[in-house]
């Protein structure tokens, strides 16, 4: 019976204030950066679904051909009858990529955008009619809880597209741990990790032609200004990504065209000329450097399956 058209479960649903005080923390430290966790409003997710369509764009088109391969194994992997519970689930579309012969017991989408999580889950619920979904609205990044009393039995947590590479190496790990500690000694991590690879691929990726991925970065100050009554100009901002080859890691930035004062939940924020602002890190690993973090946070690598250039890796981790 499926239970998507069920109001979403709410949980740490972070106050205006509480959202307040981080942004200006940001805004005011050196140098100035947004949590990428504020890139999604439904906009913002609208924006993100729109990136996943572009040519430059390889991770989804990558991702997918993996599970198209392999995704009898990967079921076979984790068993049927768990809860599969995805953080950041977003459009809830790659759950389905699994089903129906993955056959979980329960699906327990998770995202930030109530508003978006209850559509897709619903759209989700009509796919699968069978499949039980329970919604749960939460800022995974800020910390992991499950809300409800769940089924006794395997949990399995999916976070599947390169969302992982957003955190810095040691919050990767702890993230890990959070996941590992819900599992109750029983359970698994199935998850996509992208590769290093040629740093140009990388660059047409974050700087497509159609700007699809500007669009998305400077939305994050609609976003804010709309959560925290602001009057950031994205016409004073521009969109700057580039690949960090030595760090691993592609680093996304709003710069700052002219100097100005903005205004943001009653607070001024100089900005100048060139300034930049961080809004995003994503870093790249080969699959034995994530392997090793995961062994960090108690979890073996049990499965790894990638595609034939090696540019992308679906790894399965079971408690250590």
């Known amino acids: 019976m499926s239970t998507a058209n069920q109001s979403a479960v709410v949980a740490d649903a972070p106050e205006d204030?509480?959202?307040?005080?981080?942004?200006?923390?940001?805004?005011?430290?050196?140098?100035?950066?947004?949590?990428?966790?504020?890139?999604?409003?439904?906009?913002?997710?609208?924006l993100f679904d729109a990136i996943t369509e572009l040519d430059e764009y390889y991770v989804p088109r990558v991702e997918k051909q993996i599970f198209a391969a392999h995704a009898a194994d990967m079921c076979s992997a984790?068993?049927?009858?768990?809860?599969?519970?995805?953080?950041?689930?977003g459009s809830c579309e790659k759950i389905a990529w699994l089903l129906p012969e993955l056959a979980p017991e329960l699906y327990v989408p998770m995202d930030i955008s109530a508003e978006h999580l209850e559509h897709s889950a619903a759209v989700l619920g009509e796919q699968h009619p069978q499949l039980a979904i329970r919604p749960q609205v939460?800022?995974?990044?800020?910390?992991?809880?499950?809300?409800?009393?769940?089924?006794?039995?395997?949990?399995?947590?999916?976070?599947?597209?390169?969302?992982?590479?957003?955190?810095?190496?040691?919050?990767?790990?702890?993230?890990?741990?959070?996941?590992?500690?819900?599992?109750?000694?029983?359970?698994?991590?199935?998850?996509?990790?992208?590769?290093?690879?040629?740093?140009?691929?990388?660059h047409a990726a974050y700087n497509d032609a159609d700007d699809v991925t500007a669009a998305f970065n400077l939305n994050v100050l609609d976003h804010l200004n709309n959560e925290l009554d602001g009057d950031l100009d994205t016409d004073h901002f521009e969109h700057h990504a580039l690949y960090n080859e030595q760090a691993g890691r592609i680093e996304?930035?709003?710069?700052?065209?002219?100097?100005?004062?903005?205004?943001?939940?009653?607070?001024?924020?100089?900005?100048?000329?060139?300034?930049?602002?961080?809004?995003?890190?994503?870093?790249?690993?080969?699959?034995d450097e994530f392997a090793a973090l995961g062994e960090q946070a108690g979890l073996k690598p049990k499965s790894c399956w990638q595609d034939s250039r090696g540019w992308f890796s679906v790894l399965y981790l079971e408690p250590a």
């Open 17 to 46: 204030n509480a959202i307040a005080a981080e942004v200006l923390a940001g805004l005011r430290s050196s140098p100035k950066r947004i949590a990428p966790k504020f890139f999604y409003d439904k906009k913002g997710s609208e």
């Open 78 to 89: 984790i068993g049927p009858g768990s809860t599969v519970i995805e953080p950041g689930a």
């Open 138 to 202: 939460c800022d995974h990044t800020a910390g992991l809880t499950l809300q409800d009393k769940l089924p006794a039995g395997k949990r399995v947590f999916f976070y599947p597209g390169s969302s992982v590479g957003n955190f810095e190496p040691t919050d990767a790990v702890a993230f890990m741990q959070r996941m590992r500690a819900l599992m109750d000694g029983d359970g698994g991590l199935l998850i996509g990790v992208d590769a290093k690879k040629d740093p140009q691929v990388l």
């Open 252 to 287: 996304m930035h709003l710069r700052c065209t002219a100097s100005h004062t903005a205004e943001l939940a009653g607070e001024p924020i100089e900005f100048a000329a060139g300034e930049l602002v961080h809004t995003e890190n994503s870093y790249k690993y080969h699959p």
